[in-house]
């Protein structure tokens, strides 16, 4: 099965500032997705950024950027400017190119503080 | 559009017995996965289907099993319940075609506690 690392299971950060939460990942495969979830305490699992390991180019959406390293096998998440939304676990996940089958890290905890 | 719907938000049940979780994927989706979330083991992947068959399936006991319709709404259903059974089940739909990897949408989950 594939594994996926997260340190750091808890987190606290003042609210603007940044955090940055790292995911390393073990494969010999070339083709493969990157993802990064968010669950808040509602439990509904969301989509926070998605990196396809051919693009070395690394993804953003508004203030969730990540740094992927492929080379390493590390795909951080960092998040500006922290808000009070954003307290929730945060999970990084693996799939195979062509292949639907999500491995998850065990989360880190992310608690913004006002 | 509407998301990922999970039926029934909550169940209980007792040991021996069987449950049956109902998961409506994002209209067009075609594509139905299942997780099953617990403390312990965190989200492990359960199985999916495409197009009324299984594509996928995790290291789950044969007490688990699915079956998806062809409007793409998913069943699963787990038999002979244990106790470390308990846990949140999420679903999530894609558009994935057959051979692709597609972002996932996920439901609220059902949590089932067995007691």
């Known amino acids: 099965a594939q594994t996926v690392t997260q340190s750091q299971p808890e987190m606290s950060v003042q609210e603007a500032e940044t955090v940055t939460l790292s995911c390393t990942y073990d494969t010999s495969e070339n083709n493969y997705y990157l993802f990064w979830y968010k669950q808040p305490p509602s439990r509904q699992m969301i989509l926070v950024i998605r990196q396809e390991a051919y693009k070395q180019q690394n993804a953003t959406e508004n203030r969730f950027s990540v740094n992927f390293q492929k080379a390493a096998k590390s795909f951080s998440l960092k998040i500006s400017d922290s808000q009070l939304g954003d307290t929730a676990m945060y999970f990084c996940a693996f799939a195979y190119y062509g292949n639907n089958r999500l491995a998850f890290g065990k989360g880190n905890q992310v608690v913004v503080i006002p | 559009k509407a998301g990922v719907t999970q039926t029934p938000r909550y169940l209980i049940k007792t040991r021996g017995q069987q449950v049956t979780l109902s998961c409506s994927p994002i209209?067009?989706?075609?594509?139905v996965s299942w997780y099953q979330q617990t403390p312990g083991q965190g989200l492990q992947f359960l199985f999916e289907y495409f197009s009324e068959t299984q594509r996928n399936k995790g290291n789950f006991p044969g007490r688990f099993s699915g079956r998806q319709f062809s409007n793409s709404r998913s069943e699963m259903n787990v038999s002979t319940l244990e106790l470390g059974d308990s846990a949140l089940y999420l679903c999530a739909s894609s558009l994935a075609g057959a051979s692709s990897t597609d972002t996932q949408y996920f439901g609220p989950g059902t949590r089932l506690t067995v007691l």
């Open positions: 209209s067009g989706h075609r594509s």
